[in-house]
């Protein structure tokens, strides 16, 4: 009998902004590559019992900050478990805005004119070139009247308190960025889009236990404090704003975090190498990108 993977695929109906559904099949088709069984408890409501005693590996997609406070309701009576979970080195993967349910605190903008917070908006990666779309014009017809990505702690909307399984700080973007992303990760790259809605500060960036995800290579980084750095990793709970799929767009990441999991989870357990030629048509696409990237036109603040 194969080994198993135990995912835990939270609260799918309200955290799949961008297709997260496909980072769970890229999980299970890559862990079967592997030599691996996957069993996958997708937990649909806000009301449902979890059970995480023998959870591998957690997902969490993208999601609007405004179910942030919900969901954090939802889990906080987990908070212990989940913060030993992390320091077992089980996974824990997040996407986009969703880091501020797992972050120590989030703040949001105030929308001029309502006194209440904006409630965020979609935007769009990938095209000819990078584009930032306006939060507060999209849904109030108002004009911008705070920089993006405002320090935390400035006047603004309510603060949203996470789980504090990250040790962050989260500001809500006054704009939303769509663009590419490109990642440098360890020894591999890393290619995918970004949808920002939030900017991250590091609680204590010199922690060696919790770094940066990545290096960004072309992209927005975690903020004007950190613009070189995105996302966080904390063992093998990782936050980033890669999207894409990222795990589909690039299964040799997939592997490397898994075969990570696994030696934390079921250390006994021998995994299957898979040749790289798997993944041609994968690398055929991050060049295709990269050079795309190469082509782009130079845009402040972006790094290029």
Request: proline residues 4%; hydrophobic residues 40%.
């Given at each position: ?30 862990a ?65 805005a ?15 004119g309502?006194g ?32 993006a990505g ?17 040790h962050?700080d ?11 992303l ?19 500060r ?33 063992g ?28 934390a ?7 299957a190498?898979?040749?790289?030629a ?25 790094i290029?």
């Open positions: 009998m194969k080994p198993t993977l135990d995912i835990t695929w939270l609260y799918p109906g309200i955290l799949n902004l961008h297709g997260d559904r496909g980072n769970v099949m890229a999980l299970r088709r890559v079967g590559l592997m030599g691996l069984d996957t069993r996958v408890t997708r937990v649909d409501r806000l009301t449902d019992e979890v059970d995480f005693a023998d959870t591998d590996l957690i997902v969490i997609g993208a999601g609007e900050l405004a179910v942030v406070p919900a969901v954090v309701g939802a889990l906080s009576g987990h908070a212990a478990e989940l913060g030993r979970h992390i320091d077992a080195g089980k996974g824990l993967y997040v996407s986009g969703s880091v501020a349910i797992v972050a120590d605190r989030t703040q949001r903008i105030q929308a001029p309502t209440r917070s904006s409630a965020g908006a979609g935007g769009s990666g990938g095209g000819g070139g990078s584009a930032a779309v306006s939060e507060r014009s999209v849904n109030d017809g108002g004009s911008q009247t705070t920089p405002g320090r935390f702690g400035g006047s603004g909307g309510d603060v949203i308190e996470g789980l504090g399984l990250l962050l989260v500001t809500e973007r006054d704009e939303i960025y769509g663009d590419d490109i990642l440098q990760v360890g020894r591999e790259t890393l290619v995918g889009m970004q949808i920002r809605m939030v900017d991250l590091l609680g204590d960036p010199s922690d060696p236990a919790e770094q940066p995800f990545g290096r960004v290579v072309y992209g927005l980084g975690n903020g004007s404090w950190q613009i070189e750095s995105e996302g966080v990793r904390r093998n709970a990782i936050a980033t704003n890669l999207l894409g799929p990222a795990l589909v767009r690039n299964p040799w990441f997939t592997q490397s975090y898994l075969r990570d999991v696994v030696i989870t079921h250390p006994e357990v021998e995994l190498d898979i040749p790289d798997t993944w041609q048509l994968e690398r055929q696409g991050a060049q295709a990108t990269r050079s795309f990237v190469a082509s782009k036109r130079t845009v402040p603040g972006v290029q």
